[in-house]
């Protein structure tokens, strides 16, 4: 057991840490340099790791705790989280007033008008100032539990600021800035998958991820609006309340407002209606609410909402125009996407002169035709889409669209396989895949060469210097200052990244290859299981569909993709020019001691995080995952186990408590 000194110590730590997550998450101030953070974090990190049994719930290096999990435990609602009655108007509005005073005559009413974000539903309970749940509203009765993934949310403090209430449950929105969705999708479209249609969709997906290190990945963030209940605080107005929540340290939209009458109520909505798309993020309406809690009690609720609250929705932004032509881009993997390209009107603040179409069937799904007048929408979305053609308006000399049976980029035949809705270019020197696998190659998370965005990229495809990412390491200063706006140092300065970029982890450049299906997780799963790419490269598609995080889709593609001659030789280039393809040392086991064994985590472990014990388990050469089977060798259960632990015995796999996994490491060691 540590001394006091050192419990008090790591305390005071995690005090400053929280102090600067506070000031920077919800009041954008920021206290200290990145450098200056990260220094204090790694040394509570090791502070943690020296004396485990120090380590609190609360502790700022549990926001990425926990392994990836198959299945969210359910998560009951007690009061349950009703969902709150839509109008699209202010006769609407004024009915809903009406009802409330027709429940209390005599009653005078007050309101709180807030911004209804456009975002999901969750719910955050507090035990003694400490968060030990969040889930989100499933059917209002039951939802996910999803604790592990709102811990990774910076801010959603894991300890309440103040005099906290015993028990404090607090309701919510976790939402997505548009500018973490922009670059959510522009990840997304480098990997070439589906964009999300909108911040909400992106956010919803983000909080359903398996893997919270993922999850920290997205930059989600939360408004609380509302509690459920609060033992220990009495509040007798819901500005009361939201007042409360910020000296506790939860994070309010500061832009409600307290209306003394209905009037002022409707001005308020109005005057958000014009300033929207001024905002960081999105909303889709205005939430009026009774202020007195005493009125929202009496007035009670209906089977699915409440009274004392009526959501006043924004009507859906659209627009008609002409459909002038459908194109078809070329992605990174070769897949053919028909883009609209229409004649420009102005929608949300912004001017809509494209919007995809996603592929041929959702075409011929809604009868789009080229000439057509068509609807666009933005309904509180980012990426606009078509609704579909103003029938009434056909002329009869619209075209169908038909998929080409060339690749409109290079001119090779294109490919629909069997069951798949995409059509592919399987030519590999299709100039516009070469010109986005380099933006790929060179992005972040790969291999990181900086200067090569797109339009550098271009010009070396276009300029026939570079048929392929490895090319790049055969490039000159001399080439170089012969493209556009490529001054001599800035020449100098793409080159020494570029040579930089050799140094790499072997997983990242995994991931840089571009392999389909192939994102920086599993890239990482790989590079710990394989020495080098020659190792990874010659591996048999039924030994990688034999490992847990990859399957048989993944492994399938990994093989296809290096049976590829013209693969083979960009491997063998990368080589030549020197770039490291074998794994680093970071990487790199400690030791094979628990080799070939397979290990599950479930339940709360008090010494380690479950990413710390899964790194544990692999960097001592096994395998951590997230679901038990036939060949799991080791469940380890901390408190609270899951089903994990019932599917374990059933199955007759050994299970450890967490002093026999400590036990298990160190003799191993």
Same mark, same amino acid.
């Given at each position: ?6 419990? /008090?110590g790591?305390?005071k ?31 509570l ?29 359910? *998560?009951?609602? /007690?009061?349950?989280?009703?969902? &709150? ?5 202010? *006769?609407? !509005? ?17 309101? !709180? ?37 709102i ?9 309440l600021?103040? =005099?906290a ?8 929105? +976790?939402? &997505? ?5 922009? @670059?959510? =999708? ?11 249609a =909108? ?15 993922l ?5 989600? /963030? ?6 459920? @209940?609060?033992?220990?605080m ?12 910020? $000296? ?9 407002? &307290? ?34 809690? /005493? ?29 002038m ?52 929408e933005?309904? $509180? ?9 103003? @029938?009434?308006?056909? #002329?009869?000399?619209?075209? !169908? ?17 069997? $069951? ?13 895949q070469v010109?986005l ?6 992005r972040?998370?790969? @291999?990181?060469i ?10 070396? !495809? ?24 490529m001054?001599?140092?800035?020449? %100098? ?13 072997l ?21 710990r ?10 591996a ?10 990859? $399957? ?42 628990? %080799? ?43 408190? *609270? ?11 007759? +796999? #050994? ?15």
């Amino acid at each position: 057991m540590a001394d006091r000194g050192i419990r /008090d110590g790591m305390e005071k730590l995690r005090e400053r840490i929280r102090e600067y997550d506070r000031l920077y998450y919800l009041e954008a101030k920021s206290a200290v340099s990145d450098a200056e953070y990260d220094r204090l974090m790694r040394e509570l990190i090791d502070l943690e790791a020296a004396h485990p049994d120090l380590v609190t719930l609360d502790s700022p290096t549990r926001r990425v705790g926990g392994a990836p999990t198959k299945k969210f435990p359910p *998560a009951k609602h /007690d009061p349950p989280m009703l969902s &709150l009655d839509n109008t699209y108007s202010e *006769a609407s !509005v004024r009915e809903w007033d009406a009802r409330c005073r027709k429940h209390l005559p005599g009653d005078e009413f007050e309101y !709180v008008v807030e911004q209804k974000i456009d975002g999901v539903a969750v719910s955050l309970v507090y035990e003694g100032g400490i968060l030990v749940r969040g889930a989100t509203r499933g059917d209002g009765e039951n939802g996910d539990d999803v604790t592990n993934n709102i811990r990774t949310i910076r801010s959603v403090p894991l300890k309440l600021a103040g =005099n906290a209430p015993d028990l404090l449950e607090v309701r919510g929105e +976790v939402f &997505l800035s548009r500018a973490a969705f922009a @670059m959510i =999708n522009e990840e997304k479209e480098a990997e070439d998958e589906e964009l999300f249609a =909108n911040p909400r969709n992106a956010a919803a997906g983000s909080l359903k991820l398996q893997d919270p290190a993922l999850v920290a990945k997205r930059g989600l /963030d939360i408004f609380v609006h509302t509690f459920a @209940m609060c033992s220990g605080m009495d509040f007798r107005t819901h500005d009361s309340a939201l007042k409360a929540f910020v $000296g506790m340290g939860l994070k309010v939209n500061k832009h409600w407002k &307290l209306a003394k009458t209905l009037d002022e109520a409707i001005a308020i909505c109005d005057q958000w209606e014009g300033q929207r798309n001024g905002l960081p993020f999105d909303i889709d309406g205005m939430v009026i609410k009774v202020n007195s809690l /005493d009125q929202q009690r009496r007035l009670g609720t209906t089977a699915k909402s409440p009274r004392h609250a009526i959501a006043y929705k924004f009507p859906t932004r659209q627009a008609v125009t002409r459909l002038m032509d459908i194109q078809v881009q070329v992605g990174r993997t070769g897949t053919l996407t028909p883009v609209a390209v229409l004649d420009p009107v102005p929608l949300g603040g912004t001017t809509i002169s494209r919007a995809t179409l996603h592929n041929e069937d959702e075409i011929g799904r809604k009868d789009i035709r080229i000439g057509d007048l068509v609807t666009i929408e933005k309904g $509180g979305e980012v990426i606009p889409k078509v609704v579909g053609a103003v @029938m009434e308006k056909r #002329t009869g000399k619209e075209k !169908v669209f038909r998929m080409p049976a060339k690749c409109p980029e290079c001119g090779e035949p294109v490919r629909r396989a069997s $069951g798949e809705v995409a059509v592919r270019c399987e030519n590999v020197a299709c100039p516009a895949q070469v010109k986005l696998r380099l933006e790929h190659f060179t992005r972040r998370g790969a @291999m990181e060469i900086e200067h090569v965005g797109a339009s550098l990229a271009a010009q070396l !495809v276009d300029r026939g210097l570079v048929r392929d990412y490895a090319d790049l390491y055969s490039l000159t200063e001399t080439q170089m200052q012969e493209l556009d706006r490529m001054a001599e140092k800035s020449a %100098a300065n793409v080159i020494a990244a570029i040579w930089d970029s050799k140094k790499r982890p072997l997983s990242s450049l995994i991931f840089a290859l571009g392999i389909r299906h192939v994102g920086s997780g599993v890239a990482e799963i790989l590079a710990r299981r394989y020495p080098s790419l020659d190792d990874l490269a010659g591996a048999p598609e039924e030994e990688l569909t034999g490992i847990h995080e990859v $399957g048989p889709i993944v492994a399938a593609s990994i093989a296809a993709f290096f049976r590829q001659p013209a693969a083979k030789a960009i491997v063998r280039k990368l080589k030549s020019a020197g770039v490291n393809m074998k794994r680093t040392k970071e990487e790199e086991p400690v030791s094979d001691a628990l %080799a070939g064994k397979t290990f599950v985590f479930t339940g709360e472990l008090e010494g380690y995080s479950r990413t710390q014990a899964s790194d544990l388990v692999r960097k001592m050469g096994g395998n951590a995952t997230g679901s038990v089977s036939k060949k799991t060798d080791y469940v380890v259960a901390g408190t *609270a186990p899951g089903s994990k632990l019932e599917k374990a015995r059933k199955l007759g +796999v #050994t299970i450890l408590d967490e002093p026999g996994f400590k036990r298990l490491v160190e003799s191993a060691q």
